[in-house]
């Protein structure tokens, strides 16, 4: 088993930053891949960043790209999620998630474990 807690989230106004953080403990050896979705009220989770454990790649949306970057410390078992330019359409659950295998990358079903979630809330 893998247990993931986000941290970091809130609100903040249209332009500003914030980064989550995502702790992994248990059986951390065991991820290959980790990712950030969102969901916001009557939507779909959508993909928003992953990162492969050991070689560092990292994928991200193209709503996100360019504003939005993840990463990882692998010493801290800890991914991140800078998030830069905040605009209302960001306003989210952001849910962290882990896999112990190499799928995809980009589709809940891909992913073996998740955090419970932190609120974003972006004020225009």
């Known amino acids: 088993q893998v247990q993931l807690v986000e941290s970091g989230g809130g609100l903040v106004q249209a332009g500003g930053s914030l980064r989550l953080s995502c702790a992994a403990s248990?059986?951390?050896?065991?991820?290959?891949?980790m990712g950030w979705f969102r969901q916001a009220p009557g939507k779909e989770r959508e993909f928003v960043a992953a990162?492969?454990?050991?070689?560092?790649?990292?994928f991200h949306a193209d709503s996100v790209r360019g504003r939005f970057t993840i990463s990882r410390d692998n010493s801290k078992n800890t991914v991140y999620l800078q998030m830069n330019s905040l605009k209302p359409e960001d306003t989210a659950v952001y849910y962290c998630?882990?896999?112990?295998?190499?799928?995809?990358?980009?589709?809940?079903?891909?992913?073996?474990?998740w955090g419970q979630g932190t609120q974003v809330t972006v004020s225009s």
């Open positions: 248990g059986r951390t050896f065991s991820m290959r891949r």
């Open positions: 998630a882990a896999a112990t295998e190499y799928r995809g990358y980009s589709k809940p079903n891909e992913y073996d474990y």
């Open positions: 990162i492969t454990w050991s070689s560092g790649n990292t």
